[in-house]
């Protein structure tokens, strides 16, 4: 089977991408053929069981999608996105990506035609919820996201489950919690704290609290989120019926919890790199953004996290991410 | 004040426009210019007490909605869409016109700039909605369309949010129940025979109930739908909040009920032109559709309905529409 992943050169579509090359399947299916694509060129892989294509390219330019569907791949990775803060800062850009490129891509399967009919795997948010929710938000909560971030994911669901319910692809949305530890350079995503207050302090380094310790917020690790992505890709689609975006499972942790965990994880010396500074954008951000999820109806479908506790996360990102050592 | 109407060639439209002709003010503020736009050229009035402009085009194509907003209208009624029916014939058209138009209509006000900020009242649709449903549909309830018309409505209303959200328009959306009696000749969405089984007996002529007599839907009568768009142009949106879009008060009913009420306000020989003849494609899409509403926001908001049952609809209509008169 050919594979597609859009955004193969951010963290996620790495870590999907690497695991791709080393499964050498997807399902029951041996995978025959990958194109990565990202705005910037993904690393061509040095050894692969398959041909592998890097393509360098803007997948909202007019025309692009269609080049990149033409080959007509069995599974696409729609990945690509402008990250939340930025799309906040530049109106512009986020519209242009998150919306209107989607969008082309989607067009662009639509219009091959001919029975021809992907399975599309797109990243969602939960940033697609905005306060007040409840407690913890259950599968049928309205989207109501105060983000230009969010409200582009959520067109792009609903575009997707229209898309899919004319038959033109076979689409699976899933909104992915917050990854975290997020592993690499900070990103311009408001949600970058969560992860560079345990990284960074693994690594040796400071890092900038900008929040209060009781902001909850709902996590997953990287390994969680590729297994997400894989089943998503091989799950019976039958199951998910016309509602085809769904919350993936995750913890719900706050950032004093978080900060007990790498304590218990990595101790006090560690923890101590955590510096409090406010930052008032970043406040009133996250205020908005959801606590915790049900997520019973992925569950059902059969998503399943990688991590019990937030210890868990810690140990993965040591593990996957440190060679399994941390600075004391 | 200068009031723009989108879609003023419409039903609901032109109902909307007698209303603001007549009354010569939106709440407490005189009308002092009136802009009429559709498609095909609405009728110039015959004598307003303001000037009265009237444009024919399609605000789809680019430029059109600069033009159109150029003159800074303070309230903008944007009632214009392809409809349900249409919408699912003619893929293209659905999303040029009801996305894409929207769009442009929005980022055209956007790029007004400069401290302008219209109320934009958008007639969203409770095709936002779809199967699987509780009895009645609370106000928190997710939107999972099932037709690309109500992707379409989702879409626009994320987008007003947003819109509004980032201080470029105060944005009101308004679910509009499906509206009864819809007078005039029939037109292509999938709901119109809700009205043409009453419609058409009340003015002598046979109607064909393509659905079975319990199926059970959520209607407002067009003198409702006019006063919640004077409402939303006038209520103070401070009180709204971030959630914009609201879904109107109604009255649930099953086509069965309709049929007695008919009985009752216009007696059995009326009731007797009703003629069954099924239509797979319509009870399908029917079968998708909301049944009842909670709307608890909307009413605490201050929308009222004009009626209290639906024999009050159909006396409307024969009030406003027949004179008081209908063909027994």
């Known amino acids: 089977m050919h594979v597609l992943v859009l955004g193969a050169a951010g963290m996620v579509g790495r870590k999907l991408s690497e695991r791709l090359l080393r499964d050498g399947h997807l399902g029951k299916r041996d995978i025959t053929r990958l194109t990565l694509q990202d705005v910037v060129a993904p690393n061509k892989p040095e050894k692969a069981g398959f041909p592998v ?84 938000i259950g599968d049928e909560f309205f989207n109501t996201p105060l983000m230009s971030y969010g409200t582009q994911k959520a067109i792009g669901e609903l575009l997707l489950a229209d898309y899919s319910r004319r038959g033109f692809m076979d689409g699976i949305g899933i909104r992915l919690p917050t990854i975290c530890i997020r592993p690499g350079l900070p990103n311009k995503a408001a949600s970058g704290f969560f992860s560079s207050i345990l990284r960074e302090p693994l690594a040796g380094k400071e890092a900038i609290l900008p929040v209060s310790e009781d902001v909850r917020h709902w996590h997953a690790s990287p390994r ?57 954008f970043i406040v009133g951000v996250v205020d908005g953004w959801p606590r915790n999820f049900e997520a019973k109806r992925a569950r059902q479908l059969g998503f399943t996290t990688a991590e019990k506790t937030f210890d868990d996360i810690i140990r993965i990102h040591i593990d996957d991410e440190l060679g399994g050592k941390f600075v004391n």
Do not use: C, W
């Open 53 to 136: 294509d890097v393509v360098a390219g803007d997948f909202a330019v007019a025309g692009f999608a269609q080049k990149l569907v033409a080959g007509r791949p069995d599974v696409i990775f729609h990945l690509a996105a402008i990250v939340s803060g930025e799309a906040e800062h530049d109106f512009d850009k986020g519209y242009r990506i998150n919306l209107d490129g989607t969008r082309m891509l989607l067009d662009a399967i639509r219009l091959i035609g001919g029975g021809y009919k992907p399975r599309v795997v797109f990243t969602s948010s939960i940033a697609v919820f905005g306060a007040p929710f409840p407690e913890a």
């Open 224 to 280: 969680s989120a590729v297994g997400f992505l894989l089943h998503a890709a091989t799950m019976d689609s039958a199951a998910v019926g016309a509602r085809r975006n769904l919350t993936m499972p995750g913890l719900s942790a706050t950032v004093g919890e978080e900060i007990a965990a790498l304590k218990r994880v990595a101790g006090d010396r560690v923890a101590a790199r955590i510096r409090r500074e406010t930052d008032a």
